[in-house]
C-alpha cells in the first residue's frame, strides 16, 4: 500500500513521456496534477480496432473500417492548393486508395512502398472508388497481425493540448505508460466484499486497467458500471456520516407535549382538512420534537400544497412546549403575506404574532423587540430583519425558512445564535428537488415530501401560443378581467444583458397598455431596477386589486399570492428554464376560479425548447418537471447543487445512473447502522480509503 500510494500521488510530469512544460500544461488544460488524476482521466468512448476488414467486402456505407495489406503505388495529383498525396493499397483481396490532403509532404516521406501496414480510419466513395483520407497508419507488427488486443480509448484533449503534442491518442499512450508501472495487487478495494457480491461488481484493480484497456465493449462496461457505483457509494458513506453525526452531537429542544394551543386550532379553526402528505409531515416534524436532538428538516412541496399550514401548526406545538417560533420569508411582500395570513387564522386564538421587516422603524420597532426578548410574541414573522443581533428570544424553539435557497448557509446559522441550544430548523421550499439530487444535495437533511394537492383546487390549463396568436392572447384576458380576475405577464431577466432586457420589458408595457387602455385597464409594472418602496407599491396596489395587470420580470417568482389572478402570460419562453417557468406558473391557481399559463414564444424555436414547452403543456407535476429539467439542463444549473460541491463525479450521472444511486444509498445506510465507526473487519478497507480521503469530506454542511 505504502508503494502505491507514493507512487500515484507523484506529480504528473514524473511519468515517461510528460516532463515539466506538458505537465505544466495538463495541470492548466484538463486539472491532472498527480498520477492518480491520469488514473482517474477516463476515455468517454473507444474505437474497436481489434478485428480486420477485407476490401472486398467493403460497401462503403460503414463507418470506420481498418485493414491490413501494402502501398503498392504513390503520387501527388493536383495544383497548387488542391495538391494531395493518393497512395493505392492492396490487400489479399482486392485495392483501394489512401488519401491526405494536409501534411502530405511529409507523409510522402514517412510512408513506404511493399511495406505492411495495419490501416483504420472512415471509409467514403470519391469517383465510385473507396477511398479513406487522412488513415491511421501502424506499421505492422506480430502483436498487432490480427488487430489491436484491445480496444482503443478516446479522452478529450483541448486545442492548447494538441498544439503541444497531446492528442487523444498521445494521452492515451500515457495511460499505458502509468498502467505499466502498477500491477493490480497495489490498488487496494475499497468497497465491502459482500457489496461487491451482491452487485456483481467487478474488483477495484481490475476495473481501473480495464476502463482504460478493455478487451471488448462488455468489459468496458463492467469497469465503467463499478466504478460509477464506487463514486456513488463512496459519496453516499460520506453523507450518511456527516447525518449520524449531527444526530448524535446535536442538543435540541424536546417537545414532549400537544396541549390545548395545537388542539384547538386543529379542531376549531383549520380552514380545510389536512391532506395524507401533511399528516405524514407532521407525523415526521413531531418524531423529530421528541429526541432530544436538532431537528434540521427540508419540507418541499409545489406551489398550493399546504406547506404554510404545516409550518403553522408546527409554531403551535412549539408555543405548546412554552417556546417562542420565527418564520423567516426572502422579501417584505412574502412576509407580509404570511402575517397577514396566520394572523387571520390565530384571530380567535390566544397566540400573539408580529411582524418585524426592514421597514418598520422607530417606536413600533421598539415594541416589537422589547415584547420578544420578554416573551410576550409566541410568533414574529419577518424577512433578513429576524437575523440583526438587536432581535432576542427570550425562548426560541423553532425557526422556520421559507425559500431556503434565497438565504445563505452562514445567514441560517446566524438563527441557531438566538439561543444557547439552538432552536429546531425547518426549511421549506417550493422548487421541486428530484429525489436523486435531494439524496445527494440535501443528504444530511431529513427530506419531507408534500406530494399531494389540497382538495378543490383545479389544475391550472397550460397553452402554448407563437406571436401570430398575440392578439387572440390578449382578448382572452380582457374577458378574464371582464370576470373580474387579474392578469400577469412576465419578461425573462438574463444578467448579461440588463439593459437590453430592461428595453424589452418598457416595449412589452407600451404594448400592453396599447391593448389595454386606461381608465378602463390599470397596469403595474415591477422591476428589479425600481426603488424597493415604488416596487413593494406597485405589487400591493395589484395584491389589493387597484390594478387588473402586472406586468413584471421574474421578480414575481417566489411567494406572491393573490388568489385573484387567473391568467399568468410567460414572454419569451424559450428563454426560461423549467423549474423556473414551474415556479411562474404557481402564481396563478390560488383560488377557487380555473386559471391559465400561456406560454409564448416565437413562430420558430430550438428543439430544447419545444422540448420544455411540450412538458409544461403535457404536466402540472412539480416532480415531474424537475427530474425532467435536470435531464435537459444537467444537474449543475439546479437550485444549490452548484456551491455545495457534492455533485464531484468523473464517471457517474445522478439522472441516468439514478438506479445506481438509490442502491448505493440503501447500502450505505445500512453499512453505517450496523457499524457506524466502521470498525468491523469486513469494513476496514472502506474505513483506511475514507482515512486517505479525509481532506474531501470537509464538505459544508448544508441546512
Same mark, same amino acid.
Given at each position: ?23 505544466? #500544461? ?31 467486402? #467493403? ?59 495495419? !490501416? ?103 469497469? &465503467? ?26 442538543q435540541g429542544f424536546i417537545f414532549n407535549a400537544v ?32 429526541t432530544g436532538r436538532q431537528m434540521n428538516r427540508l %419540507? ?9 399550514? %404545516? ?15 420565527? #418564520? ?16 387571520? &387564522? ?51 424553539? /423553532? ?36 429525489? $436523486? ?35 387572440? !392572447? /390578449? ?14 405577464? %412576465? ?5 448579461? *444583458? ?7 420589458? =418598457? ?16 397596469? *403595474?409594472?415591477?422591476?428589479?431596477? /425600481? ?36 391568467? /399568468?402570460?410567460?414572454?419569451? =419562453?424559450?428563454?426560461?428554464? #423549467? ?21 409564448? $414564444? ?10 420544455? !414547452? ?44 439514478? $438506479? ?18 466502521? $470498525?468491523?473487519?469486513?469494513? &476496514?478497507?472502506?474505513?483506511d480509503f475514507l482515512a486517505t480521503q479525509r481532506s ?8
Open positions: 500500500m505504502s508503494f502505491i500510494a507514493s507512487i500515484l500521488n507523484n506529480p504528473i510530469e514524473y511519468l515517461k513521456g510528460v516532463g515539466p512544460q506538458r505537465g505544466e #500544461l495538463l495541470r492548466k488544460e484538463i486539472n491532472l496534477h498527480t498520477f492518480r488524476d491520469l488514473l482517474e482521466y477516463y476515455p468517454f468512448r473507444y474505437i474497436d480496432r481489434t478485428r480486420i476488414d477485407k476490401i472486398r467486402h #467493403l460497401s462503403g456505407m460503414e463507418e470506420f473500417v481498418q485493414i491490413r495489406g501494402k502501398i503498392v503505388q504513390m503520387e501527388v495529383v493536383g495544383e497548387k492548393r488542391s495538391k494531395r498525396l493518393v497512395a493505392t493499397f492492396q490487400d489479399e483481396t482486392s485495392r483501394m486508395e489512401l488519401v491526405w490532403f494536409q501534411g502530405w509532404q511529409w507523409m510522402e516521406k514517412s510512408l513506404r512502398e511493399n511495406v505492411q501496414y495495419l !490501416v483504420y480510419g472512415r471509409v467514403s466513395q470519391f469517383n465510385g472508388k473507396l477511398q479513406i483520407s487522412h488513415p491511421e497508419m501502424d506499421l505492422l507488427t506480430e502483436e498487432i497481425a490480427d488487430g489491436k488486443q484491445t480496444l482503443e480509448p478516446v479522452y478529450y484533449t483541448t486545442e492548447k493540448l494538441k498544439a503541444r503534442g497531446l492528442t487523444a491518442k498521445a494521452i492515451g499512450k500515457l495511460s499505458r505508460n502509468l498502467l505499466e508501472q502498477l500491477s493490480l495487487s497495489e490498488i487496494r478495494e475499497n468497497i465491502p466484499h459482500s457489496v461487491l457480491q451482491t452487485y456483481r461488481l467487478m474488483p477495484r484493480g481490475q476495473a481501473y486497467f480495464k476502463i482504460h484497456l478493455p478487451a471488448n465493449e462488455e468489459e468496458a462496461k463492467q469497469a &465503467q458500471r463499478r466504478l460509477k457505483f464506487e463514486e456513488l457509494f463512496i459519496a453516499q458513506i460520506r453523507i450518511c456520516r456527516l447525518k449520524i453525526r449531527r444526530h448524535k452531537n446535536s396541549g390545548d394551543v395545537f388542539n384547538t386550532f386543529y379542531n376549531e379553526h383549520l380552514p380545510f382538512p389536512l391532506t395524507g402528505a401533511q399528516k405524514r409531515v407532521l407525523k415526521e416534524i413531531r418524531k423529530d420534537t421528541t %419540507v418541499q412541496g409545489d406551489v398550493g400544497s399546504g406547506k404554510t399550514m %404545516v409550518a403553522l401548526l408546527s409554531l403551535l406545538i412549539a408555543i405548546d412546549n412554552g417556546f417562542q417560533g420565527c #418564520l423567516m420569508a426572502p422579501t417584505e411582500i412574502l412576509a407580509q403575506q404570511h402575517y397577514k395570513g396566520i394572523s387571520e &387564522q390565530l384571530k380567535d386564538m390566544p397566540v400573539t404574532v408580529a411582524l418585524l421587516t426592514g421597514n418598520i422603524k422607530g417606536k413600533a420597532r421598539k415594541e416589537i423587540l422589547a415584547a420578544t426578548a420578554a416573551g410576550e410574541i409566541n410568533i414574529l414573522i419577518g424577512t433578513h430583519a429576524l437575523l440583526e443581533k438587536e432581535v432576542q428570544f427570550k425562548r426560541i424553539g /423553532m425557526a422556520i425558512v421559507d425559500e431556503q435557497h434565497r438565504f445563505g448557509v452562514a445567514q441560517r446559522a446566524r438563527l441557531w445564535e438566538k439561543s444557547e441550544t439552538p432552536p429546531h430548523i425547518l426549511v421549506m421550499t417550493a422548487t421541486p428537488i428530484p429525489r $436523486t439530487l435531494a439524496m445527494t444535495v440535501y443528504g444530511d437533511l431529513d427530506v419531507s415530501v408534500i406530494d399531494e394537492m389540497p382538495p378543490g383546487r383545479k389544475p391550472i390549463t397550460t397553452v402554448h401560443r407563437t406571436e401570430y396568436q398575440r392578439p387572440q !392572447v /390578449m382578448d382572452f384576458i380582457k374577458d378574464e378581467v371582464r370576470k373580474g380576475r387579474q392578469a400577469y405577464i %412576465v419578461y425573462p431577466l438574463i444578467e448579461e *444583458s440588463a439593459s437590453l432586457d430592461f428595453e424589452n420589458l =418598457t416595449k412589452g408595457y407600451e404594448e400592453v397598455k396599447a391593448f389595454f387602455p386606461e381608465p378602463k385597464y390599470y397596469i *403595474s409594472m415591477v422591476h428589479g431596477k /425600481m426603488a424597493q418602496e415604488l416596487k413593494e407599491a406597485n405589487m400591493h396596489r395589484f395584491v389589493t386589486g387597484d390594478t387588473q395587470i402586472m406586468v413584471a420580470t421574474t421578480v414575481i417568482e417566489v411567494g406572491v399570492n393573490v388568489p385573484n389572478a387567473s391568467v /399568468m402570460v410567460i414572454e419569451s =419562453t424559450e428563454r426560461f428554464g #423549467l423549474s423556473q417557468l414551474h415556479q411562474l406558473r404557481g402564481r396563478v391557481g390560488r383560488g377557487a376560479e380555473q386559471s391559465y399559463c400561456i406560454l409564448m $414564444t416565437g413562430n420558430k424555436i430550438g428543439k430544447d425548447s419545444q422540448e420544455r !414547452v411540450k412538458v409544461m403543456v403535457q404536466t402540472n407535476d412539480g416532480f415531474v418537471i424537475s427530474e425532467k429539467d435536470m435531464e435537459l439542463r444537467g444537474p449543475g444549473d439546479i437550485e444549490g447543487t452548484r456551491q455545495s460541491g457534492l455533485l464531484d463525479l468523473k464517471l457517474a450521472d445522478i439522472v441516468q445512473d439514478r $438506479t445506481m444511486l438509490i442502491a448505493a444509498r440503501d447500502v450505505a445506510e445500512k453499512i453505517l447502522s450496523d457499524d457506524p465507526d466502521l $470498525t468491523a473487519p469486513e469494513n &476496514q478497507p472502506l474505513h474531501k469530506s470537509a464538505w459544508s454542511k448544508i441546512s
